[in-house]
Nanobody
């Protein structure tokens, strides 16, 4: 089972960016996006259930970010709009058989992690 994140980059404040996570090994896992800024703990950003019907957003990104999964393409997308400098971080995708560990940001108990992709928002 593998997760491959991509799509990060440099964008100006107010801009948009979409990161994606290719899931290899099955679509039976809930997927979450986390981020970690320098000197800060890794935090949950958004999650989607295995079927795509349930989503979660951290308060800091509600109304600006949208998560969706395309199981036919084995990919989970995170569309990020109205980006702010405080969104700058390394973004990681993660997978767990259960939705709750992702929603509660239980970093050390999550089943799988992908490598990170850097998102930088310039002011």
């Amino acid at each position: 089972f593998q997760l491959q994140a991509s799509g990060g980059g440099l964008v100006q404040t107010g801009g948009s960016l979409e990161v994606s996570c290719v899931v290899s090994g099955g679509n039976f896992y809930a997927i979450g996006w986390f981020r970690q800024a320098p000197g800060k703990d890794r935090e949950v950003v958004s999650c989607v259930s295995s079927g795509g019907g349930t989503t979660y957003y951290a308060d800091s990104v509600k109304g600006r970010f949208t998560i969706r999964r395309d199981n036919a393409k084995n990919t989970v997308f995170l569309q990020m709009n109205s980006l702010k400098p405080e969104d700058t971080a390394v973004y990681y995708c993660a997978a767990d058989r259960d939705f709750d560990p992702l929603v509660h940001g239980l970093v050390y108990g999550i089943d799988y992690w992908g490598q990170g992709t850097q998102v930088t928002v310039s002011s």
